[in-house]
């Protein structure tokens, strides 16, 4: 025996596969979601980043968002004709400017992501609250676990 549980792997590969089934059903929820809560996916990612980490400029927030410069632009320029963000001076760059949440902005996300929360309650009712937070830390532990790892798999 190599010391392997080849059980517990397969186990796991299950579960690999219920959360990539989800992740498909979820983008879709997602999506109406956001439109009933009146903030498309996109804005609303930009500015729960830019809420989150802070102010940043349109390459590092494609980074964090893993699309295009271009897509991100225009999305932060629609922001910013919303008023929920605002561009200023990068002092570590002339010309990338840092997009940054206003307060209006910032209002907006609060009350987008309360909205978000109770469209998703009534959705699924009897979602139990224990389950939800264990299957949530299990979740994060294989997320930081994966992450984590040696390239070579060590």
Request: aromatic fraction near 4%.
């Amino acid at each position: 025996m190599d010391g392997i549980d080849r059980e517990r792997g397969k186990e796991l590969h299950d579960l690999f596969r219920e959360v990539f089934l989800l992740r498909d059903v979820l983008e879709q929820v997602m999506e109406q979601t956001h439109v009933q809560a009146g903030l498309s996916t996109p804005k609303a990612r930009i500015l729960r980043t830019l809420a989150e980490e802070g102010p940043a400029t349109v390459p590092d927030l494609a980074r964090a968002l893993n699309v295009s410069r271009q897509f991100v632009l225009k999305t932060c320029n629609e922001l910013c004709t919303d008023q929920y963000i605002e561009f200023m001076d990068n002092p570590r760059h002339k010309t990338s400017k840092l997009a940054s949440c206003t307060q209006q902005g910032i209002a907006a996300r609060n009350a987008f992501r309360a909205q978000e929360n109770s469209l998703i309650a009534r959705a699924l009712p009897h979602a139990d609250r224990d389950e939800i937070r264990a299957a949530t830390r299990l979740l994060h532990i294989l997320t930081t676990q994966i992450r984590n790892r040696s390239p070579a798999g060590d």
